[in-house]
């Protein structure tokens, strides 16, 4: 599986940007995907995850600020509402070998990454 990013940027706090990944191989109900970002100095985190039966799963940082979705075109997109300067990194979204994410976002378990794109918020 090849993932092509799109989208991000930078964007003042508060404002709103969406990024998209587009698969090049169906995994539109067959693999679990996600977006992970990593900030300077800091550790890759799990963002947000669909897995094959459209269940999401979100960071307790960005709930209620992020969705994330997953078309048949096989885009996965993450929407990111108010945005904040801690949002500020590099965003990867990912694809796992198997329709389940599973409880926790590990990036060790998902096979294939994005190139990933930059998410500049300033305050």
């Known amino acids: 599986i090849h993932l092509s990013q799109f989208g991000g940027g930078s964007v003042q706090a508060g404002g709103s940007l969406r990024l998209s990944c587009r698969a090049s191989t169906f995994v539109y109900t067959r693999n679990c995907m996600a977006w992970f970002r990593q900030a300077p100095g800091k550790e890759r985190e799990g963002v947000a995850s669909v897995d094959g039966d459209a269940r999401t799963r979100y960071a307790d940082s960005v709930k209620g600020r992020f969705t994330v979705s997953l078309d048949n075109t096989n885009t996965l997109y993450l929407q990111m509402n108010s945005l904040k300067p801690e949002d500020t990194a590099m965003y990867y979204c990912?694809?796992?070998?198997?329709?389940?994410?599973?409880?926790?976002?590990?990036?060790?378990?998902?096979?294939?990454w994005g190139q990933g794109t930059q998410v500049t918020v300033s305050s």
């Open positions: 990912a694809a796992r070998n198997i329709r389940v994410c599973g409880t926790k976002m590990v990036g060790s378990d998902f096979a294939y």
